[in-house]
T-cell receptor, first 112, second 112 residues
């Protein structure tokens, strides 16, 4: 399984842009990069998915360099409600079945 | 109103008893998944199913069992063989095995 490495936690002030990094050195050619957000005692929620360069939706942007060994999730102008754990996942095929591996994620705390 | 549901939200059981957690989806998704989450940790895959009447062990299948008799249902049984069953259990589904996963609200199981 392709593994990901993220910082354990980070703090940010309300209204700032937050950039969350993820390393995935063993990413395979067919793998996509997916980010989820999880609030306490809730299921993770899909944020964004990308393969290369840049992807943007109404919630976030995802930047992926040419070598695809890392990615950065960018949250514009965060609010207190963005305090959550953010997971970076890399799609992996094992025996023909795709299994996503969730690491411990990155705890983002937004400060007033 | 489409979505994925889990019941109950909180569940208490005595040690040594088997317990079954419900997961239902009306999204017409082929694939379904069960994860376990412990405090401060990421999600760990217990079992997954790509299609009806088929399922595969995940990373921590010991002490658990599943069935997939219907497309919309993927119940998880926590057996007495599971040494430390107290945890937050999350069910997810995806259209196909390599698609984005959508999560239910979770069931918090406490074994007394």
């Amino acid at each position: 399984l392709a593994k990901t490495t993220q910082p354990i936690s980070m703090d940010s002030y309300e209204g700032q842009e937050v950039n969350i990094t993820c390393s995935h050195n063993n990413i395979a050619t067919n793998d996509y990069i997916t980010w989820y957000q999880q609030f306490p005692s809730q299921g993770p929620r899909f944020i964004i998915q990308g393969y290369k360069t840049k992807v943007t939706n109404e919630v976030a942007s995802l930047f992926i360099p040419a070598d695809r060994k890392s990615s950065t999730l960018s949250l514009p102008r965060v609010s207190l409600s963005d305090t959550a754990v953010y997971y970076c996942l890399v799609g992996d095929r094992h025996g023909g079945n795709n299994r996503l591996a969730f690491g411990k994620g990155n705890q983002v705390v937004v400060i007033p | 109103d489409g979505g994925i549901t889990q019941s109950p939200k909180y569940l208490f059981r005595k040690e040594g008893q088997n317990v079954t957690l419900s997961c239902e989806q009306n999204l017409n998704h082929d694939a379904m998944y069960w994860y376990r989450q412990d405090p401060g940790q990421g999600l760990r895959l217990i079992y997954y199913s790509q299609i009806v009447n088929d399922f595969q062990k995940g990373d921590i299948a010991e002490g658990y069992s599943v069935s997939r008799e219907k497309k919309e249902s993927f119940p998880l049984t926590v057996t007495s063989a599971q040494k430390n069953p107290t945890a937050f259990y999350l069910c997810a589904s995806s259209m196909r095995p390599d698609d984005t996963q959508y999560f239910g609200p979770g069931t918090r199981l406490t074994v007394l």
